[in-house]
């Protein structure tokens, strides 16, 4: 089977499933595992953000929405030639990776599997639903991730919970949305300002003030941990009036922005750090 990724967490399950030799292409952010580096890319930014702090990435990621603007280049024509039997793609998050509806009319005829979870359940099913559609067992994998997901409950919920606060962006701040809350609740740590299973929007550092964090947790969404850590540096006055007793900077492109088996390995930090 000959497989595109237009999506890293769904590079890092295929792999995770074994079907890592099934990848033909992927996308220029599919760098886990190192495997994945050594492909075909066939996307690339079509914005210059390597160079701009959170501040700047938000105006020009806000600017391009408004002008109808897709953050992605996708060669099509090299994914046509490369003759998919298969290519898997996002409803999720436009900014965060290649949104499915930007290629389903030019790779009309190839076969395409959306993922759009919203739910850590959701990201466990869209891995099943993946396996599925490339013929593999799903269930090897299923049982070592519920596994860890179950041990960590227990250790987690064997403590006293903890208030805490966990932001996706920084400037502005972003609090967690989607699969993060469920990450968050099995840690045992309560989130106020969590949004389940819904899009994280932006919000004022008061608003985070305002919950009274015990723990901080910052892992901005595509940053790892140096980058984030020099972000939160910028904002060293904003994340020192939240007076929160403990400040957590993790990395958040490699764990709790992707959608995959690695949703794991976040939950386990998590558990590791509150």
């Known amino acids: 089977m000959r497989i595109v990724s237009l999506l890293p967490s769904a590079t890092e399950s295929l792999f995770a499933l074994g079907l890592g030799g ?116 799903a269930e090897p994998l299923m049982r070592r991730l519920n596994a860890r997901i179950e041990a960590v409950r227990r250790t987690a919920h064997e403590r006293p919970p903890v208030r805490g606060v966990f932001l996706e962006w920084l400037d502005p701040p972003y609090p967690a949305g989607h699969w993060t809350p469920d990450l968050l609740a099995l840690a045992g740590i309560e989130d106020p300002l969590a949004r389940p299973g819904a899009p994280s929007v932006a ?44 400040v957590v900077v993790l990395d958040g492109s490699a764990y709790f922005n992707r959608p995959g088996p690695r949703l794991v390995d976040s939950l386990e930090l998590l558990v590791a750090n509150r």
Request: hydrophobic fraction near 45%.
């Open 22 to 137: 099934s990848l033909v292409a992927v996308t220029h952010e599919c760098d886990y595992p190192p495997e994945a580096s050594s492909l075909p890319i066939v996307t690339r930014s079509t914005l210059r953000l390597h160079d701009k702090d959170s501040a700047g990435i938000e105006t020009a990621v806000s600017e391009a929405a408004v002008a109808g603007r897709s953050l992605y280049f996708v060669d099509t024509q090299a994914i046509q030639e490369l003759e998919p039997d298969l290519v898997v793609a996002q409803d999720v998050c436009r900014v965060c990776a290649v949104s499915a509806d930007q290629v389903a009319v030019d790779l009309e005829g190839i076969r395409m599997i959306r993922q759009h979870p919203h739910s850590l359940q959701d990201v466990l099913a869209d891995i099943v639903a993946l396996a599925a559609a490339c013929g593999a067992d």
């Open 203 to 246: 919000i004022s550092w008061a608003e985070v003030a305002e919950a009274r964090p015990e723990l901080l947790v910052l892992a901005p969404c595509g940053f790892n941990r140096q980058r984030a850590q020099a972000e939160a540096d910028l904002v060293r006055a904003d994340i020192e009036s939240v007076g929160a007793n403990h």
